[in-house]
Nanobody, 125 residues
Framework: HVQLVESGGGSVQAAGSLRLSCAASGYTYSMYSMAWFRQAPGKEREGVAT????????SYAVSVEGRFTISKGIAENSLYLQMNSLEPDDTAMYYC???????????????????WGQGTQVTVS
């Protein structure tokens, strides 16, 4: 049973920081590239950041580049998103997701992902 469970969301003031975690179980974690997505009310789900299965390559949405950092804990089967300098526009439900088979350049396509977590809410005021 493949499962992703996010944690670490919450409410924070603008310019603050949060660290999201995603715990993976039930599959060979190191074989999957991972990503964080977010979805705000009334908006489409958008890719925030991704990391390759080996952890050597990352890519970010323009809106978060320089503020967010994605990382992967192989031994811990975990994915992280360090979010600094948070802005009200970062308010959304954040999801972690796992993909295999799609080219790295297509990481923003939600259809490339076969496993999703349940989400964790981030609110910036």
């Amino acid at each position: 049973h493949v499962q992703l469970v996010e944690s670490g969301g919450g409410s924070v003031q603008a310019a603050g920081s949060l660290r999201l975690s995603c715990a993976a179980s039930g599959y060979t974690y190191s074989m999957y590239s991972m990503a964080w997505f977010r979805q705000a009310p009334g908006k489409e789900r958008e890719g925030v950041a991704t990391i390759s299965h080996g952890g050597s390559t990352t890519s970010y949405a323009v809106s978060v580049e320089g503020r967010f950092t994605i990382s992967k804990g192989i031994a811990e089967n975990s994915l992280y998103l360090q979010m600094n300098s948070l802005e009200p526009d970062d308010t959304a439900m954040y999801y972690c997701a796992a993909r295999r088979g799609c080219d790295f350049g297509r990481w923003r396509l939600a259809t490339c992902y076969t496993v999703w977590g349940q989400g964790t809410q981030v609110t910036v005021s």
